[in-house]
């Protein structure tokens, strides 16, 4: 990769965002540990009843993460841009699914929105996020049926569900395979899919299998996120469940990865 890019200009420069990764990823998991260990624990304590914590909790995040978005900012190693911050956070009852270059991309995303719930990696369930996870969003480890009951339940009381539909990091290049999740749960609660594009600089350093010790040579880590025109199910479901899904999962992967076949680099 690092052959693909243009030499480093300022060494010192560079130094310094990569100790700024590094400082960010202590300081989101100190956050972390705060809101697991501290804050979440005394919400408990005054906010009644399991949903009522949930919708206060997923605020609390959303703003965390918008504090963090500030700090990467304010250390000059992130730039968060869109035009859409309005919109996305009047979102509520839709399934948002995007590409997913970095390791940053989810951060950047609930930070917009208030009411984000998250289907998330169950390897994460052994991470130092795992107490947010328990309490907070659905791990994908769980049987499809019980997996897509919570999430219309979700979607039925205002929350947007964040799907990464490659199931992991978008690759660097090569075919894009897209999972069929997203689809069979809009089909199934009849909620519509918002696509989301992230775009922006190159993210190396955060991508999948990047060294941690690489940074950007240009900058600091651009992102650039794109609410996209919604995908209805209603247009799929005069087919068969299995032929909608398919048709609605090739256009999800259309709309956010560009016609079949295309190579994302």
């Known amino acids: 990769m690092s052959g693909e890019m243009p030499p480093v200009k300022n060494h010192l420069l560079y130094l310094w965002r990569v100790f700024g990764k590094w400082l960010a990823f202590f300081v989101f998991g100190l956050g972390t540990l705060l809101l697991v260990l501290m804050v979440f624990p005394l919400m408990r304590l005054f906010i009644p009843g399991r949903i009522r914590f949930q919708a206060r909790a997923r605020k609390t995040v959303s703003l965390s993460f918008r504090i963090f978005t500030v700090f990467m900012d304010l250390i000059g190693i992130v730039k968060l841009e869109t035009a859409d911050r309005r ?16 390791l ?17 990696n169950g390897v994460l369930l052994n991470s130092i996020v795992r107490g947010i996870i328990r309490q907070l969003y659905i791990p994908n480890t769980l049987d499809f049926a019980t997996l897509s009951s919570l999430c219309a339940e979700s979607l039925e009381r205002g929350n947007c569900l964040l799907i990464f539909p490659e199931g992991t990091r978008t690759r ?19 909620r519509p899919v918002a696509p989301v594009r992230i775009g922006g600089g190159d993210k190396w350093g955060l991508g999948k299998k990047d060294p941690w010790t690489a940074f950007n040579h240009t900058g600091p880590y651009r ?43």
């Open 87 to 102: 919109s996305f956070a009047r979102l509520e009852g839709r399934i948002l699914v995007a590409n997913h270059p970095s």
């Open 104 to 120: 940053l991309d989810v951060v950047m995303l609930i930070s917009l929105i208030p009411n984000a719930d998250c289907i998330v």
């Open 172 to 190: 660097r290049s090569g075919p894009v395979k897209v999972r069929k999740g997203a689809a069979r749960i809009s089909l199934l609660s009849g």
């Open 223 to 265: 992102y650039e996120l794109t609410l996209l025109d919604e995908i209805s199910p209603e247009r799929y479901l005069s087919f068969s469940y299995n032929a909608g899904v398919k048709l609605m999962n090739d256009e999800i992967k259309e709309v956010l990865f560009g016609p079949p076949g295309r190579e994302i680099r």
